[in-house]
């Protein structure tokens, strides 16, 4: 199993759409959770962290669930912008700051 | 500007010839470390930093080798390098080790072994 699995997509969806992806994670030692969005083989960039409140930026809402062992991502009012890979990554307590990244979820907003 | 910078960004080479590839950054950065991507694989860490002169394995470090004799800079070495070291490679720096902090890409470096 992997440590960090994603539902690949592609998600093709419509301008001002909402949309939600999910991340599970197999560790129960993971402590820190984020998001990252890296466009066409481009580099990774961070899009937000997730705090166990769940916590929001603008039209993205990020979530965790400790119990279950998972995470999202929702976006709300899609732009065609938003096209993009959304990396769920975690961070296991001690291991030197080792993150471990999802595949990927690939988005597609069409008009 | 603040940011990480590989050299160079896309690399042909044949099997065997040792290559370098330059990675530096500008923030003071404590932690590096060096991931490749490849398809259905997501990222894998290769090597990480903790600081100058400490250095250790990722998940995947066969074929690699790394230094850290100065803190901006972290070079990843291939002594042999072979086919299936084809790959995109990703140098990234973050200011600590110890939490969460971001951590800052370089663009990457498409490198083709044949």
């Known amino acids: 199993r992997k440590e960090v699995e994603q539902d690949p997509g592609p998600f093709n969806v419509p301008e001002g759409a909402t949309v939600a992806f999910n991340c599970t994670y197999s560790n129960s030692a993971s402590q820190s959770f984020f998001w990252y969005r890296q466009d066409c083989r481009k580099e990774p960039k961070l899009l937000m962290s997730v705090y166990s409140s769940g916590n929001e930026d603008g039209r993205f809402t990020a979530q965790l669930n400790r119990a279950s062992q998972y995470i999202s991502l929702l976006i709300r009012d899609s732009k065609l912008s938003d096209s993009a890979t959304y990396l769920c990554?975690?961070?296991?307590?001690?291991?030197?700051?080792?993150?471990?990244f999802g595949t990927g979820t690939n988005l597609k907003v069409e008009i | 500007e603040a940011q990480v910078t590989q050299n160079p960004r896309y690399l042909i080479t044949v099997t065997g010839k040792k290559l370098t590839v330059t990675c530096s950054q500008n923030m003071n950065h404590e932690y590096m470390s060096w991931y490749r991507q490849d398809p259905g694989l997501g990222l894998r860490q290769i090597y990480y930093s903790m600081n100058v002169e400490v250095t250790d394995k990722g998940d995947v470090p066969e074929g690699y080798k790394v230094s850290r004799k100065e803190k901006r800079n972290f070079p990843l070495i291939l002594e042999s390098p072979s086919p299936n070291q084809t790959s995109l490679y990703f140098c990234?720096?973050?200011?600590?080790?110890?939490?969460?902090?971001?951590?800052?890409f370089g663009q990457g470096t498409r490198l083709t072994v044949v």
């Open positions: 990234a720096s973050s200011l600590s080790y110890i939490e969460g902090y971001e951590a800052f």
């Open positions: 990554v975690v961070k296991l307590t001690g291991g030197g700051n080792k993150l471990t």
